[in-house]
């Protein structure tokens, strides 16, 4: 188990002294944008959530756009709009559900790294479908001083208030100025100084502008399909209970939040409704009284004594994560070993650890 690091301003990513950073000015926060990596370790066992970015799908592929480390931090721009001005010639890149992206009066998609030059104002406009925008910049934001990470996290918990900027959203904060790494320090054009500023720029728009391949977009507005790995609690519940629960369509409840996805439709019932509680893990289906599923999230709470069907598969709640009230849902039966499988690929391609996040 990790060490907690609250008296610590070390990140994964490198944190340069104030004197070689500079910032993004934040000049519209919309409702709800935080700072976020990839959560929290070794706090579950004092009562704090994992948390962290809500779909770990979009926020891994705006670092990988920029080759940033994976836990490099982010913002977490929930529904926007959002509109921010840049002190530094730097990169960044935007995914998940998104607006047009407008760069001073030049309007652009996602899903891709921009080129940012000192002054340049950057708008991204309220998303259509989903919920969750990540922005990213090269070697990822910093923690301005006075602030330190909390068990190994920059991760902003408004609902525990815990996390830098005591987890307070920006748009309730006074400071609302993010520093990130100079481009001195950080190379913009990923190993390639070009001479000029003339042909940095056609180099960039030439051969570094970096996209995702539009198959590896999520469509965010289609029936979603949660591959679910039955539990042990399961067996409460009889052959012919299960097969309809594969075959319902639900729907997600306006009560959803970044804790748990509500979902609506026919009741499942569990003869023992009163377990001993016991540790809860991120895409725990549990059945309440009413026979409603909750779906537990990245900032779910540590313990829980309802009964569980089982867990849906850690790319299906990402996807899920970015889902809105009245999405259809429906569930599929998947094998341990296959989701594992998955995992491992999606993974290896991201260069992430198996097991990265909180384990307790």
């Known amino acids: 188990m990790s060490k ?26 919309g409702p709800m944008t935080t700072l976020q990596d990839l959560g929290r370790q070794g706090g579950q066992h004092l009562g704090y959530c994992q948390s962290g970015a809500a779909d770990e799908y979009s926020y891994l592929w705006a670092n990988k756009l920029l080759d940033n480390d994976i836990n490099c931090a ?32 030049s309007f652009h998609d996602g899903w891709q790294s921009f080129l940012i030059k000192a002054g340049d104002r950057l708008k991204i406009h309220a998303p259509s479908n989903g919920i969750y925008t990540y922005l990213a910049i090269k070697q990822g934001f910093q923690l301005p001083a006075g602030e330190k990470m909390f068990f190994g996290s920059v991760a902003m918990v408004p609902r525990e208030q815990s996390g830098p900027f005591e987890g307070k959203k920006f748009e309730r904060l006074s400071f609302e100025r993010l520093p ?21 720029q056609d180099f960039y728009s030439h051969k570094q502008q970096r996209r995702v391949p539009w198959q590896f977009i999520p469509n965010y507005a289609s029936t979603l399909e949660l591959g679910l790995i039955l539990s042990y609690q399961s067996s409460q519940l009889s052959a012919e209970r299960i097969e309809h629960i594969f075959q319902d369509t639900y729907h997600l409840s306006a009560d959803s939040n970044k804790m748990g996805a509500r979902l609506e ?46 867990c849906i598969c850690l790319l299906d709640a990402f996807r899920l994560s970015q889902s809105r009230p009245g999405q259809k849902i429906k569930f599929k039966p998947v094998e341990l070993t296959h989701s594992y499988r998955e995992l491992r690929q999606w993974q290896n391609f991201f260069g992430q650890t198996l097991g990265k996040g909180d384990s307790g």
């Open 4 to 29: 907690p690091l609250q008296n610590s301003t070390k990140p994964q990513c490198p944190n340069e002294p104030a004197s070689a950073l500079t910032a993004l000015n934040i000049l519209h926060a």
């Open 74 to 105: 982010a913002l977490e721009i929930c529904f926007g709009p959002f509109e921010c001005e840049f002190e530094f010639d730097t990169l960044i890149a935007i995914t998940g559900s998104m607006g047009k992206v407008q760069i001073n009066q």
């Open 180 to 200: 990130f790494e100079s481009a001195s320090k950080a190379p913009l054009y990923y190993g390639y100084s070009p001479p000029t500023r003339k042909k940095a």
């Open 265 to 310: 439709g026919p009741e499942i019932k569990f003869d023992r409704q009163h377990l001993l509680s016991e540790g809860v893990a991120f895409g725990a289906v549990q059945i309440p009284a009413n026979g409603q599923p909750i779906i537990l999230l990245k900032d779910r709470q540590t313990i829980g004594g309802y009964p569980k069907i089982g």
